[in-house]
């Protein structure tokens, strides 16, 4: 081999060796950045929101009420956790969401900051607590990220809601929109499936895209048509998060008490039950009660004399 030849191999080795330890590389680097399954410990960000929708990675969204609940879901690698207003429903015994007040959401809140150490914890601004305008909207986010440790907060509505997301953004405070169907709004727009129909559907698109323009950081899609959510999603450089809107958004979100079979009675068609905690409780509870009754719990070893 001449002396060229061989410096031409050895030069396309190295290319070689080079896109090799590049690849391996970008590899590395997408398992640690991964918002599920990924190897970084520190607390996620809006901009790691951000980096996900680039890469394409599709990630899950849990509600937590509590900080122990919220520790098994953030051990579990649940990236983002929701602290939303079902726990008017969910925790609070309430028949909808609309009389959880701003201080139930402020202590669950902090309670769920508390149980997690890498999620991003998001808290819901209640019914009553934004309506007002942007000045009210400002005094209650900075209450949940001040008190609480929220990263980000989550407000119902796109272009209803447009002067209060600008003015938190403007603040610093993250915020992820509520379209689709708002629960707040359970008075007026009943639970239904929201942007049937041509209009419904621009409307809605023009809310996600006066979201995303306002600064918002991500879009809760809440009972919308598959169809829509698609390309609602399409549409927007920021993540849609989808519950009951099929399986083209960037996340999916569910209410933890129905993604864990806690929830009593009957629940939404969208939901999926991933365990039955309601069975396994009660089971306890009534094993837990047989055993006092029959005089067999407590046993020596859980004495002390
Ligand atoms: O309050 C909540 O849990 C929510 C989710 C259903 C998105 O808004």
Request: some cysteine.
């Amino acid at each position: 081999m001449t002396l060229q030849a061989a410096q031409e191999q050895s030069a396309r080795s190295s290319d070689g060796d080079k896109a090799g330890k590049t690849e391996k590389a970008d590899k590395a680097d997408k398992a640690d950045k991964a918002l599920y399954g990924g190897t970084s410990t520190r607390r996620i960000t809006v901009h790691d929101i951000a980096a996900a929708k680039r890469r394409g990675e599709k990630w899950p969204m849990l509600t937590a009420y509590d900080a122990m609940t919220a520790s098994v879901f953030d051990e579990a690698g649940i990236p983002v956790v929701l602290v939303g207003d079902s726990m008017g429903n969910c925790h609070l015994g309430y028949e909808t969401t609309v009389p959880v007040t701003l201080d139930e959401i402020a202590i669950l809140s902090a309670a769920v900051v508390r149980g997690t150490r890498r999620a991003l914890v998001v808290g819901d601004l209640p019914f009553g607590s934004y309506q007002e305008g942007a000045v009210q909207a400002l005094r209650s986010a900075t209450r949940l990220v001040k008190e609480a440790g929220v990263g980000a907060i989550k407000l119902e509505g796109g272009e209803r809601s447009l002067p209060q997301t600008e003015m938190l953004v403007r603040a610093g405070i993250p915020v992820m929109s509520h379209l689709g169907l708002t629960p707040q709004s359970v008075n007026t727009m009943g639970y239904r499936v929201q942007g049937r129909g041509d209009e419904a559907a621009h409307r809605l698109l023009r809310d996600a895209k006066a979201a995303q323009d306002a600064g918002a950081f991500a879009v809760v899609l809440e009972l919308v048509p598959a169809e829509l959510a698609a390309e609602v999603t399409r549409s927007l450089d920021i993540p849609t998060i989808g519950i009951g809107a099929g399986p083209d958004t960037d996340a999916q979100v569910l209410v933890w008490t129905d993604m864990a079979g806690l929830t009593g009675g009957k629940v939404p068609r969208f939901t999926k039950q991933y365990a039955n905690l309601r069975q396994t409780l009660g089971d306890a509870a009534r094993a837990f009660a047989d055993e006092v009754s029959g005089g067999t719990f407590p046993q020596p070893e859980h004495a002390f004399h």
